[in-house]
């Protein structure tokens, strides 16, 4: 009697595990896995509020001229005016640090090392609000691939209104509806696209911080990251 007691609590036992790793797998095929943003929330360098995205600035009066890693400009001779990160202060982001764009700046972007396989869902979300003037803010967020590695090619471009307020905004693709970027090297870009108003010429400006970009390829499991 205590022999098939013993024999059913081990059935009940390989059951139950054999169900928790069916569990697990399933877990982690469907797992969402983060992509390699570098500075995300613009804590480096840590010197302080810097313009210019490149270590240059039409206007080097506005703060420091260094070199804020991951991000770039298109910016001819680094002509942008007033753009790139400050101290956030007592307006809560993430981290220390914010960054800022101005309206008649060029575009920020990044590009990254991961491809784009079949099978990809992939979303970017950044937090993000209008500064000033107060009720106007028009963010542009992209994702593209780098055709040859050089010329940038759209997979999905948003323009979002902003709030005044922090608040999280997102964009995203399905590698199955874009077979053309498959294979690519994909890049993500900002920018303010607020129209000149009656209050500035400049379109004003917006804040971002804590950027994301995941992958929902339900074929990658969980610690695949890319």
């Known amino acids: 009697m205590r022999a098939k007691t013993l024999v059913t609590s081990l059935v009940h036992s390989v059951t139950f595990l054999l169900v928790c790793a069916i569990g697990l797998f399933s877990v982690q095929l469907h797992a969402q896995t983060h992509i390699t943003v570098i500075n995300p929330s613009f804590e480096k360098p840590d010197s302080g509020k810097v313009t210019g995205w490149d270590g240059k600035s039409k206007n080097p009066n506005r703060g420091k001229l260094i070199d804020i890693p991951g991000w770039r400009t298109d910016a001819p001779d680094s002509s942008d005016f007033d753009s790139g990160l400050e101290l956030s202060g007592t307006d809560i982001s993430d981290g220390k640090y914010r960054a800022f764009m101005m309206g008649t700046d060029t575009s920020m972007y990044q590009n990254l090392g991961k ?3 079949v099978g990809d869902v992939i979303t970017l979300t950044v937090l993000a609000k209008e500064n000033w003037p107060p009720g106007v803010g028009t963010l542009k967020m992209e994702i593209f691939y780098l055709n040859g590695d050089t010329a940038r090619v759209p997979i999905v ?3 979002k209104t902003l709030a005044g307020t ?3 905004y997102s964009i ?3 590698a ?3 077979p053309e970027a498959v294979g690519w090297k994909i890049g993500i870009l900002f920018d303010n696209t607020t129209p000149p108003n009656a209050q500035t010429a400049s ?3 917006l804040n971002f911080d804590n950027v994301r970009l995941t992958n929902s390829n339900p074929t990658i499991r969980l610690g695949n990251r890319k």
């Open 172 to 174: 995203s693709f399905n």
């Open 166 to 168: 922090w608040a999280d």
């Open 203 to 205: 379109g004003g400006w």
């Open 115 to 117: 491809r784009v396989d």
């Open 157 to 159: 471009s948003e323009n």
């Open 176 to 178: 199955s509806s874009h």
